[in-house]
C-alpha cells in the first residue's frame, strides 16, 4: 500500500506492507483528501493473484470492530468433532468458542495431519472479541495435531476461529475440535493398516508419514483376551530398524494399555468389553523417523512365528509388495554363491535386503528387469537366509527367482 496527499506527494508513513497486527498511522499536514493504493505484493506474473481484501481507518489507535467476518460464525460444542468443508463459495469458514475465564485447547484435522479422511490443508487464525477490537491469538498456523493451539480466555467471552485454505484456491474437507484441557478428544481414525491374527506386520515410518504415527485396527470380541507384540530396533528378531513405541485403544478411544516401547519378550495384554475394532497407533522415538518395525496380536500368549515365503531354487515365485512395507523370502543355501533374478511386472524396480539365518544383516541390492544380481559369494550351503523385498514408494507385482546362474530360469 502507498499513501499520497491530495497534491500527490507520498506519504512516508504510508508505504510498503501494511499489516493486520501493526497499522499505519501518520499525522496529516493540512486538510484535505488521502489517497490509497493498493496492489500485490509480488508484481511477477506468475505469482499475481486475484482475491478480495478489507481495509478500514480511524483517528484511534484501536481496530475498528466489524473487520472480522464473524456473522455467520458456527458455535464449536466442546470435546465435540466439528465437520468443515472450504467450497469454491465458502472460502473461508468461521467458528466461536463461548467461554468463561481460562485457557482452551483447539486441534484440528486435515490433509497433512490427522487420522480421518480430510483432503485439504487449512490455516488457522484465532481472535479473542472484546467490546473495542479483535485481537488475533494466533495466526495463520497450519498444524494442531501434535501440540494443540491455545486460546486464553482473560474473562467470559467469545474466541473467533478462522479457518482457510493453506493454499490459495484449494477447496476440501477438514475436522476441528476444542476442549478445556490439553487432552485431544478422540478421533476415530479411518485410514488404518488392517492386521491379521497371528500374522506379522511391517510398517515403514517416513519423515513425512501423517502426524509420524501408524495406525493399525483388527475387529474384536466381546469378552477375548488379547495379546499384542511389537518388533523394532531395540527389541525383536534383528529385522526392525528404527524404536518404535505403540498403543492400543478402544472404539471409544479408551486406552486398553499406555504408549510402551517393550512388548517383544512380553506382550502388551487386554480385555475386549465389546465387539468391535481396536486400534493400534505406533509412534517412533528416533528424531529422523526412518526406519521398519513390525507389530502383530493373537489371542493366545505365544509371540506369532515370523514367515516368510520360500523360495524354490530354479523357481520363479510371485511378490507383491505395497508402499512402507516389505516382503520377506526366504530361501537354502546350495552353493557358496547365488544370482537372483527378478522380473519387476508393474514396478519400476525394487530393493531387497539379505539377512543370514539368525537375521544379522548381509547386504542390500537392487532389482530391475534388465539381469540377475549377485548376492555374495560366501553362503553357508545349508543354511537359511532371508530377503527383505521393499519398493520406493510404489505397490504392484514382481516376480524372484534365485540359482547359481547368471542365466535366468525359463518361466
Known amino acids: 500500500m502507498n499513501g499520497y ?11 510498503d506492507n ?55 460464525a458456527v458455535p464449536l460444542t466442546i470435546d465435540e468433532w466439528q465437520d468443515g468443508e472450504i467450497t ?20 484440528w484435522d486435515d490433509l497433512s495431519q490427522g487420522v480421518s479422511d480430510s483432503t485439504i490443508d487449512v490455516i488457522v487464525t484465532a481472535y479473542i472479541s472484546s467490546e473495542y477490537n479483535e485481537n488475533s491469538i494466533f495466526s495463520n498456523e497450519d498444524s494442531a495435531w501434535k501440540p494443540s493451539r491455545t486460546i486464553k480466555l482473560n474473562s467470559t467471552g467469545v474466541a473467533y476461529i478462522r479457518v482457510a485454505p493453506k493454499y490459495h484456491g484449494q477447496t476440501g474437507t477438514f475436522k ?17 493398516i488392517m492386521l491379521t491374527e497371528d500374522k506379522w506386520t511391517d510398517s515403514l515410518m517416513r519423515k513425512d508419514t501423517r502426524n509420524g504415527e501408524v495406525w ?6 466381546n469378552g477375548s483376551t488379547y495379546n499384542v507384540w511389537l518388533n523394532d530396533y ?61 507389530v502383530s496380536y493373537s489371542k493366545s500368549s505365544t509371540r506369532p512365528a515370523f514367515t516368510a515365503i520360500e523360495l524354490t531354487q530354479g523357481k520363479w515365485s510371485n511378490g507383491n509388495v505395497q508402499p512402507d512395507s516389505r516382503q520377506w523370502f526366504k530361501f537354502t543355501a546350495t552353493s557358496e554363491s547365488h544370482v537372483l533374478h527378478v522380473i519387476c511386472e508393474s514396478m519400476n524396480g525394487l530393493y531387497f535386503y539379505l539377512y543370514d539365518k539368525d537375521f544379522k544383516f548381509d547386504g542390500i541390492g537392487r532389482g530391475t528387469n534388465t539381469g540377475g544380481y549377485s548376492l555374495n559369494n560366501y553362503f553357508t550351503i545349508g543354511d537359511v537366509y532371508y530377503l527383505a ?10 516376480k524372484l527367482a534365485f540359482n547359481t546362474s547368471g542365466t535366468a530360469p525359463a518361466q
Open 389 to 398: 523385498v521393499l519398493s520406493d514408494y510404489q505397490n504392484g507385482t514382481f
Open 88 to 107: 469454491s463459495s465458502d472460502k473461508e469458514i468461521w467458528y466461536s468458542i463461548n467461554g468463561s475465564a481460562g485457557s482452551y485447547y483447539i486441534w
Open 216 to 221: 493399525y485396527s483388527f475387529n474384536a470380541v
Open 5 to 15: 496527499s491530495n497534491n500527490g506527494s507520498s506519504i512516508s508513513d504510508i508505504k
Open 18 to 72: 501494511v499489516e493486520w497486527t501493526n497499522s499505519r498511522y501518520f499525522t496529516a499536514s493540512e486538510t484535505g483528501k488521502i489517497f490509497l493504493q493498493v496492489a500485490i505484493v509480488n508484481t511477477a506474473i506468475e505469482t499475481r493473484r486475484t482475491g478480495t481484501f478489507g481495509i478500514v481507518y480511524n483517528t484511534g489507535s484501536q481496530k475498528p470492530m466489524g473487520t472480522l467476518n464473524t456473522a455467520a
Open 234 to 294: 531395540a527389541e525383536g528378531n534383528g529385522t526392525g530398524t528404527s524404536n518404535a513405541e505403540f498403543a492400543a485403544f478402544d472404539g471409544n478411544g479408551t486406552a486398553l494399555f499406555p504408549v510402551t516401547e517393550n512388548a517383544w519378550n512380553s506382550p502388551q495384554s487386554f480385555s475386549s468389553t465389546s465387539n468391535g475394532k481396536i486400534y493400534i497407533m505406533a509412534i517412533t522415538s528416533e528424531s529422523n523417523y526412518l526406519g521398519y518395525f513390525a
Open 176 to 192: 476441528i475440535t476444542y476442549a478445556s484441557s490439553n487432552a485431544r478428544p478422540w478421533l476415530t481414525p479411518i485410514k488404518t
